[in-house]
């Protein structure tokens, strides 16, 4: 990406000197930890994740967001550590055979907020168990070979989410248009039903 932190390409890199970049921020931020990679990667050492969350807890002035697609490890490592309260958890639900499975883990963790990343929806997930879910976020994929996303989709997810008075956040069309039609993820717009969606959540632990 010719960025700081990337010269190494897909390659798993820890890097020590980000970890004290929250404390010296006394400003409330918002993180979303990982945004290019996933903090539940097998390969991260445990005493790193400690390091991580040692760090979140000192910060309560600020929030994290947190997303895997390692949701197996979610309560395996919090089988014997608290959620910090600052701390939003996710996973990914992209179909219906390896995404929506992850939601069962996800409900297994006990934390302040649990929230669904369904971007980029794939196919029709059926129906969801949402549970426990604090918050669903729903988007196209975009990039140079996105796949499209089709508003009855997007239609089932937020019929449920209604049903159960979970938030929902609409974020994008990504590559392909409600119309169907290719084009920038930009001209396709964030628009579902005629408007915004930008609900969130009210963080409660259970």
Known sequence: MGAPGYENGFSLATHEYRLTQPLERK???VYFVNSMSDLFHEDIPIDFLDRIFDVI???PRHRYQILTKRAHRLPEYFASRDCP???WFGVTVENRAQGVPRIDELRRVRAAVRFLSIEPLLEDVGELNLTGIHWVIVGGESGPSA????PEWVANIKRQTDACGVPFFFKQWGGWGADGARRDKKANGRLFSGRTWDDLPEPKVA
């Open 27 to 29: 400003k409330p931020t």
């Open 57 to 59: 807890r000192e910060t």
């Open 85 to 87: 309260e600052n701390a």
């Open 147 to 150: 796949r499209p996303m089709r």
